[in-house]
Structure formats: C-alpha cells, structure tokens
C-alpha cells in the first residue's frame, strides 16, 4: 500500500469512528454535521480525538474544554483522590484509572481497533465516563447538581471490555456461593442469621386454657355464686383476696384449680389456667357483686367460651411455625421461647475481613498534609453486619503490595473486602495479587455508576475477595451490587422481593451504565432523587431511604424505578458498635 492509499484509509477510518462517536451523543432528530478537521497524520487522530471529547465536554455538559492537547490529557488522567478512600475509587467514569500512564488508551483502541465492532461500541465514552479534575481545581469535592456530574469525559481502559452488566453482576454474585455449614446457637446469639432447619412447635400454645382477661371464671348460665373468701362489697367489681386457689381467686403461674360446678364463679387473673367446668370468662369490668357479696351478675351477656385462649389455639405441638431459610428477627426469638426451645439450628454467619487500603487515609483528627479521613472504616463493618456477616476485623494497609499479598493470604475468613485498589494505577495492587495468588476472577468491572471498578473473585474453594472502589459512595455501590447478593448466598438469606416506585424527577442516565441515586420516599409509592450522589459523597445516601436503579439512557418523571433498600431501612438486624477494628497502618 503506498502512502497515498495509507492516508485515505486512516482519513476514512477517522470520518468513520469519530462520527459514530458523535452519532452516540445526538438523538436522530438533533444530528447535525461535525466540522472537525481531518488528520492526515496518526498523531493527528489522536490530537483530533482529543479536540472532540473536549468539544463534546463543551456542548454535552456545558464545562469548560481543555485548552489544548495536554489539557485534555490532564482532564482524563487528573487527581482522582480528592475526597475518596484511594484513587481507585471511581470517579463518574473512573474508567480512567488513578494516575494512569496508559495516556491515551481510547484514542489507541480507536486507531488499532475496529471502530464498529462490539466492543469497541460498549467501549466508547460516555457522559458519565469522566475522572476527576486536576489538582488545580480549587474545589475537588464540590457540590454538584443530581443531573450534571462534575467532571469531564475520560479515557477507558482495556478493562473496561469486560464489565459486566449491572444485574448480571449481581446473579454472578449470587451464585457464586454455596451456604455456609450449620450451627446450633442459643436464643440470644441466632439474632440475625437464618433457620438452616423448619422451627416446628415443641408444645401446644398455648399449653393449656388460658384466661384473657382479668375478671371472673364463670360455669354456665348466670347469675353465679362466688366462694365466700371472695364476696366483696356489694355493686363492687373489685375484689379483696390476696391468696391462690379457688376462695381467692386463681393468679397466673399457679397449677390447676379445682373444678367449677354450674352457676359457681372464681376470681381469675390474665394468663391463669381456666378451672375445668369453667364456659367463659366475664370481665371485671362486665360483672357486678351483689346479695351481700355472695352474687355475680354480668352487666352484658357472655357468649360459651368467650375470653378464653383454648390450648393450642395458636398451634399444636410439631406444627411448622417457619420454614428453613426464615430470618432470625427478635419476633422469631420469641415465638421459637414460647415454642418450647432454648437454641436455634443456623446456618453460620460467613465471616467477613475489611481491609481498607490507601497511605493516605487518617483514622483521627481533620484532613491535613494532602492526607483525608478514612470514611468507609466506619462504615463497612455495620453495614457487613447488617447483611448478616460477622466482621473478625478491620484493618488499614498502606498502598504496598507485599503487605496488601501478605493480608490477603494470611486471612482465614470467608470473604475479604478491599477498598481502594481495583483500577490500573500505579499504586493499585489489588489485580496483580490476585493473579499472583491465582484467584479466579467472577467479576471484573460492572457497568454501573458509580462504581464501576468493583470485582469479584475466588481466593480458593469456598473464599472469596470483594474488591471495593475506594471512593465512599462507590463503594457502597459495591456493597449493593456484589458483597450483599454474595453474603445472602453464603448466609442463606432469602432474596427480598422486588418492588419498584414512581420517579418524582427525572434522572440523567447513562448511555451504558446503570446508575444508582439515593432517593427518598414520598406519598407511599413515590420516590424523590436526592443531591449529592457523587461517587466520592456520602451525604446523599445519609439522608437516603432507598437507592433507585436508573438504567441506561436515564428515567423520566413519574417512571418506575427499581427500588435497593437500605439493610437498616429494610430489617434492621445486627447493626451494632464495631469491636474488631484492627491495626496495620499508621493514623
């Protein structure tokens, strides 16, 4: 091929990709003609790929363009650390990886690859595919409105082939497991866990004919004659005996009294055993004392049986009262004590280790010195508990990867959490030591704002690693989408059902990813879109309900929306104060 022809086919191939690259950005109605200048040159089509994204930052999200070829560069590859855990954390597009020295990996791919192939398509940038903006930027964590994201667009690296759609991530995730072996736990520590065996009735409940109320056990038609230990002053309903058995009245926790024989009465307290011979219990307030004490007397008439609880009325003995599987809720406890039993057959809760990663991180005081406040130490260990795992520890590990192999490997627990690391920069090791390890990986990137970077892998026959982005609301999407469908596997949780709420905003999608938004509810079966979702902000989600799932290419007004429930906001079992916070970093 001459130079000549060698020009005309990269001039072709550039018309080409860079106008389905705009094609992406323009709905049918709203196309109109590119004037982007033609490269002659392959430096030219990077350099023209680059004036593009900055013309689409321009028009798409009304920021300002990178001024020039290295602006663009710097806009892609920028300070992604600024509020987040680790510069893994994932940005809105956080396909750019922290630091990157890739440079121009998507102007690479378009001028290697094939432009109109399948991948390449699912590769192309999109609006929420944006890192963060330089170290100059005066505010990195500013407050931005729900709809427009902060930044603008970056590169996507080859790992981005190979995200996984959103839902898909989560099945992946959910079978990826087997439920953990069972074990028997007393009452008061199988909170939170779930039935690995149906909870069948030891006895009757109730046990034996209970009175209802307090007042009087009555035997046939009235009016009845009362024990004369039991008279009291006339047109009274008060009575005055403090002892047990049949001429004071029958109390709670005693043993059977002596039979009733028609027309007789006896005083009766709620809970006691109902004498045999007894028909109904008239209430204290319903009978009336008369004839010098000796008469009781109903003030409305009482119906065979009425105010008493007949053994077994709730159940019989060898009933089942829950299946396997059922959710061990403080209501559960008690049903299973008044059932008869004193401990639980479980299954085990799948043990958890956080390691949260990043040189950068403080556990005290405010932000100093380029250095930021460690916020998902705090948070993950309740949260893991609150989706049924018991945390052995958390931990700090500077960005080393001998120490990040070193953790990983020496853990005996179920599943490792990770934040921070999960990208391709120069201080994110969580990738090579896993393929040092030999772990095989689940999932690997998901298609899902924020938090794209997450992964999931097998450490080795029944252990897993959770790779959390370092930024804290991206991670919580982690959390979502891959530790919590792993943990009710492990934990054998039922899924909870799905249920969707009617959007009172409309949300911005994105052109390939799911996005979740912290909503709130309003009127019952409405949901509202809250501020601050940025990936590397919390205080969105602190004010949340809920969590909507938005898919690709946005939501309208009034569209229903796939609702998440926060674990708290849905059972609320086994959030307590986190004990095992452990040491390998330094404040």
């Known amino acids: 091929m001459t130079d ?76 992604s650390n600024g509020a987040s855990n680790n510069s893994a954390s994932d940005s809105p597009s956080d396909d750019s990886s922290k630091g990157s020295s890739k440079g121009s990996s998507f102007n690479d791919e378009l001028f290697n690859g094939d432009p109109f192939s399948e991948a390449a398509s699912a590769d192309r940038p999109a609006p929420d595919d944006r890192s963060r903006r330089p170290d100059s930027s005066p505010e990195p964590n500013r407050t931005t409105e729900p709809d427009q994201p902060a930044d603008v667009p970056s590169e996507v690296p080859e790992a981005r082939a190979h995200a996984m759609p959103w839902h898909a991530a989560r099945t992946a995730a959910a079978r990826a497991a087997q439920p953990l072996p069972s074990v028997v736990r007393p009452l008061g520590e199988a909170l939170g866990q779930t039935l690995a065996e149906p909870l069948a009735a030891l006895t009757d409940l109730p046990s034996f004919d209970t009175s209802a109320m307090d007042g009087w056990a009555v035997a046939g038609p009235g009016p009845w004659r009362l024990p004369s230990a039991d008279a009291t002053p006339e047109d009274t309903g008060t009575s005055t005996g403090t002892g047990t058995g049949t001429s004071t009245g029958i109390l709670a926790g005693h043993a059977e009294a002596a039979p009733l024989s028609d027309g007789d009465a006896v005083r009766i307290a709620t809970g006691a055993r109902v004498p045999p011979g007894a028909t109904a219990v008239l209430r204290s307030e319903h009978g009336k004392v008369r004839g010098e004490g000796r008469e009781l007397y109903a003030s409305r008439h009482i119906t065979q049986g009425q105010d008493i609880r007949p053994r077994g009325q709730e159940c019989r003995r060898g009933d089942a009262l829950l299946p396997a599987g059922a959710l061990v809720t403080p209501v559960v406890l008690g049903l299973a004590a008044a059932a008869g039993y004193d401990e639980l057959t479980v299954t085990s809760r799948p043990r958890v280790e956080v390691l949260v990663l990043g040189d950068e991180l403080l556990r005290a005081g405010l932000p100093h010195d380029g250095r930021i406040r460690d916020a998902l130490g705090p948070l993950l260990g309740p949260w893991l508990r609150a989706l049924g795992a018991e945390v052995v520890a958390t931990r700090h590990v500077g960005d080393d990867p001998e120490a990040l192999h070193t953790a990983i490997s020496a853990s005996t627990a179920d599943v490792v959490v990770t934040t921070g690391g999960t990208a391709a920069g120069p201080v994110d090791h969580v990738h090579p030591t896993l393929r040092r390890l030999g772990a095989e990986q689940l999932v690997d990137g998901v298609q899902v704002r924020p938090g794209h970077p997450m992964l999931l892998a097998r450490l080795a026959p029944g252990r897993y690693l959770v790779g959390l982005p370092g930024n804290p609301l991206a991670a919580v999407s982690g959390l979502l989408t891959l530790a919590e469908p792993l943990l009710r596997t492990l934990s054998a949780r039922p899924a909870p059902p799905p249920y969707r709420a009617r959007l009172t905003e409309a949300v911005q999608g994105h052109p390939v990813d799911t996005r979740l938004i912290p909503v709130v509810y309003q009127h019952g079966d409405r949901a509202r879109p809250l501020r601050f979702h940025g990936p590397a902000m919390l205080r969105g989600i602190a004010a949340a309900d809920a969590l909507a799932v938005v898919p690709p290419g946005g939501a309208d007004q009034g569209a229903e929306a796939e609702i998440l429930d926060l674990p708290w906001t849905a059972d609320g079992i086994g959030i307590s104060a986190d004990t095992t916070t452990g040491t390998g970093g330094t404040p």
Not at 37 to 54: C, K, M
């Open 4 to 79: 000549r022809d060698a020009d005309a086919a990269l001039d072709r191939a550039a018309d080409e990709a860079l106008a389905l690259f705009a094609d992406d950005r323009r709905t049918p109605g709203d196309r109109r003609e590119s004037h982007v200048r033609r490269p002659q040159r392959a430096s030219d089509l990077a350099e023209t790929v680059r004036w593009n994204v900055a013309d689409w930052a321009t028009e798409d999200w009304g920021g300002p363009a990178p001024q020039d070829a290295h602006a663009a560069d710097s806009a892609s590859n920028g300070a």
